[in-house]
């Protein structure tokens, strides 16, 4: 699973799971703090459509951490002010970076994989929702004012 | 002459102050910031939007302190901003890849993906319901489940993924020509939270600008705009609301690093707009076509009214033709910043008395030099 991945389910899924994961890790390996939980600003920038250009639109509050296990620094990074949840985070971003794996990431791989498939159900529920409210023109006759049919 | 300063009033301005705060809690009730987040959260989205940062938690609490002023809660929130450190640029944005919770065109009725109305007052009957007087807690909570399973009811199946790739109106435009199709631009934007205004200004200054604007300011400007004082009347081709990913490179990653290495800090909620506006274009042997051209708006939070009208100024002020003010980026971006507007008003209340006081003695001084000649 890439990082994109386990990070967006760490943060999207209620932050019991990473803190859960973090304290399973901290048991089997020493966990050294190198930057302490701290808030500050991430600016987000975007590919406006109209021409291909980008802006910022706005910056958002963010929480970061940085620890170490032996060599190798995890990174927590998750928006809002949450402390605790950035340095879970970087627990378990700096498990995944130790080569060869550690034996607890097969617990914690399994444990996100089931995280990420609840919310893969529960997406799908509410989207299902959204798509209720989906116009549907079949009944109305006459002009087809479709996209293909207008640019013809 | 300059301005002089002051001293005494120390006593006044305290119990100013005091007076002040009791008018905040004169109700004698407190409302906690979660029931300002769960009951009020456009007025929480509009505070961010314009306070130029997304933090609701926060900005429910400004909202709070403000009493409900959007004016001074964006204060706040600008000056809460502006004590923390810019850890992190992100990742640039694709709106293409926008979860989206509504979409809708103007410009056609089918569209591929459907036009999908998700929540929206555009349907709703906009009449005061007074029974919300006494509606209570328990009420909202019974009303909530009542509406999930009646969502429930109606729901249609979708595959995964279809909400978070829905395909462009723009797209189609593009393929028959009459939308310009343009390279990708990775010009590095302007930021004017650093860089003070300098016209003409680059399209990303005018961009950050507007979206960040005081949202009533956006709105009657672009109102304007299309209504005899502009030359942009748009057909709305597409909006789209949904949360859109903001994610981060690890440090030290080069400018090629790949996406699947990146951390995903969260989801802010968006809309955007892309209008359509006809236009003369001059191809590079210098014939004359219609085709259309596209104002681009987008905002944080839900308010159509501002993404929308943001897409008639980025049009309008394509033109930088002071003709109209509305096509004048000075008139324009200078004046529809919140903090910008309201802070220079506001001043107007500080004291002048020597400035005013040398504008009555030249007023008394020219009356006399008359009533002098008068005499003669």
Known sequence: MSRRARTEILVESPAALAHDLARAIEAELPVRVVVPPRQGLVMNQVRETARNSRFYLGEALMSECRVRIGDVEGLGVVLGADDELARSLAVIDAAYAIGPAPAVIDEVERRIEAAGNQLERERARENARIMGSRVSFDEMGGQDMSVQAVVK | MGYVAVTGGEQAISASLDLNER?????????????????????????????SLWAPEVAAVAVKQACGSVEEAVFLMRAYRSTLERLYTSRVIDTNEMHVDRRISAAFKDIEGGQILGATRDYAHRLIEFELADETTADVRDRLRELEASLDASAVETPAGVLDRVPRVLTYLRSIDMVRDYPLDD??????????????????VILQALSRGLTQA??????????????SHPTVGELRRGTVAVTVDAPGAGADASEDDAYYLGSIPVTEVESLIVADEVDEDGAHRSALDVGYGLVVGSDESKAIAMSVLDHS????????????????????????????????????????????????????????????
Do not use: N, W
């Open chain 2, 187 to 204: 010009t590095e934007p302007v930021d004017i939270t650093k860089t003070p205004l300098s016209f003409p200004a680059p399209r990303s």
């Open chain 2, 23 to 51: 008018r905040r809690v004169a109700g004698g009730r407190s409302v906690d910031v979660d029931t300002v987040l769960s009951c009020l959260p456009e007025l929480v989205c509009q505070v961010q939007s314009e306070g």
């Open chain 2, 218 to 231: 956006v709105i009657a400007i672009g109102y304007a705009a299309i209504r005899g004082f502009g030359l």
């Open chain 2, 317 to 376: 002020l394509r033109a930088d033709d002071v003709r109209f003010p509305t096509q004048d980026q000075e008139f324009v971006l200078y004046h529809i910043d919140g903090v910008e507007a309201t802070g220079f008003i506001s001043h107007l209340k500080l004291p002048h008395y020597v400035t005013f006081q040398s504008k009555l003695d030249s007023a008394l001084r020219s009356m006399a030099e008359k009533e002098d000649e008068a005499d003669a």
